[in-house]
Nanobody, 123 residues
């Protein structure tokens, strides 16, 4: 499975961005998907996850209420709508395919990763 993340960029604090993740194989449509991020000097952290059918979503406390994850199984796409962005959201964002049909918060439970897309939020 190959993943292609896109949609990152430079945005002012309070702005919005929409990240997209395209999967090369329909197989991923039966798996949970997640978004992670890594800021400079920090560990990779879970941001949001969605189950195989979109029926269950999870968010980290730091983004809850500001970010929304969604997926279009027919198009093999996963999205992360980010609003009310803050400078501390600055990071490289990665999409990943879960080993199961759900989206755990532990990155070790994901076996396919995209190349990452840079999000920079200026103050």
């Amino acid at each position: 499975v190959q993943l292609q993340a896109s949609g990152g960029g430079l945005v002012q604090s309070g702005g919005s961005l929409r990240l997209s993740c395209a999967s090369s194989r329909r197989t991923a449509s039966n798996n949970g998907m997640g978004w992670f991020r890594r800021a400079p000097g920090k560990e990779r952290e879970f941001v949001a996850g969605i189950s195989w059918n979109g029926g269950s979503t999870m968010y980290s406390d730091s983004v809850k209420g500001r970010f929304t994850i969604s997926r279009d199984r027919a198009k093999n796409m996963v999205y992360l709508q980010m609003s009310s962005l803050k400078p501390e959201d600055t990071a490289v964002y990665y999409c990943a395919v879960s080993r199961t049909s759900y989206s755990p918060t532990n990155y070790s439970q994901y076996n396919y990763w995209g190349q990452g897309t840079q999000v920079t939020v200026s103050s």
